[in-house]
């Protein structure tokens, strides 16, 4: 099984839709968590941290449920400009800030 | 602004050649990784190191090494180059501090003919 696993899409959505990405991850003792945004041919930039509270930043809220190993990323309102690939990012317990990549989400918005 | 460079943005090489991938990051990062990326399977860790000299092996290390002499460089080696080792290879660094954001070169677009 995958240390973290995204539904790799493509989501296809108009313009101003809602979209919602899920992630799961294996390791219980995973400490920390990230939304990373990749456009086509370039590399990956952070898009936001996941906080166990749940996060909002503009359009995009992030939210986090340990219980059951879940990260959540919804976009309101989507933008043309949206169109990427999300990539969920898990730090797991190993004193060292190494990251562990999903394969990704493609999203596709369309006027 | 934190800037990571890696040394080529594209590479064909020749089955059985000794590849190098370099890697500099400008912002005294402690922390440096290499990933390939391929499609449908993500990012996947071949190595990372935290500090000079320090080296610890990702999910997928088989057929690489690496090599930290300078905090500011971090060099991936393909030992001999084979054709499953064409691929997408992006090197990032982070601060040592936990929960960091990870910067990431352009990537090397490397082919194995």
């Known amino acids: 099984r995958k240390e973290v696993e995204q539904d790799p899409g493509p989501f296809n959505v108009p313009e101003g839709a809602t979209v919602a990405f899920n992630c799961t991850y294996s390791?219980?003792?995973?400490?920390?968590f990230f939304w990373y945004r990749q456009d086509c041919r370039k590399e990956p930039k952070l898009l936001m941290s996941v906080y166990s509270s749940g996060n909002e930043d503009g359009r995009f809220t992030a939210q986090l449920n340990r219980a059951s190993q879940y990260i959540s990323l919804l976009i309101r309102d989507s933008k043309l400009s949206d169109s990427a690939t999300y990539l969920c990012?898990?730090?797991?317990?190993?004193?060292?800030?190494?990251?562990?990549f999903g394969a990704g989400t493609r999203l596709a918005v369309h006027p | 602004d934190v800037k990571v460079t890696q040394s080529s943005r594209y590479l064909v090489k020749r089955t059985g050649e000794k590849v190098f991938l370099e890697c500099v990051q400008d912002m005294d990062h402690e922390n440096m990784f290499w990933y390939r990326q391929d499609p449908g399977l993500g990012l996947r860790l071949i190595y990372f190191s935290y500090d000079v000299k320090m080296k610890e092996k990702g999910d997928i290390p088989e057929g690489y090494s690496v090599s930290r002499e300078k905090k500011e460089r971090f060099s991936l080696i393909l030992e001999s180059a084979s054709t499953n080792q064409t691929s997408m290879y992006l090197c990032?660094?982070?601060?040592?501090?936990?929960?960091?954001?990870?910067?990431f070169g352009q990537g090397t677009r490397l082919t194995v003919v």
């Open positions: 390791n219980s003792a995973s400490q920390s």
């Open positions: 990032a660094s982070s601060p040592a501090a936990m929960n960091t954001e990870a910067f």
């Open positions: 990012v898990v730090i797991p317990l190993t004193g060292y800030n190494k990251l562990i």
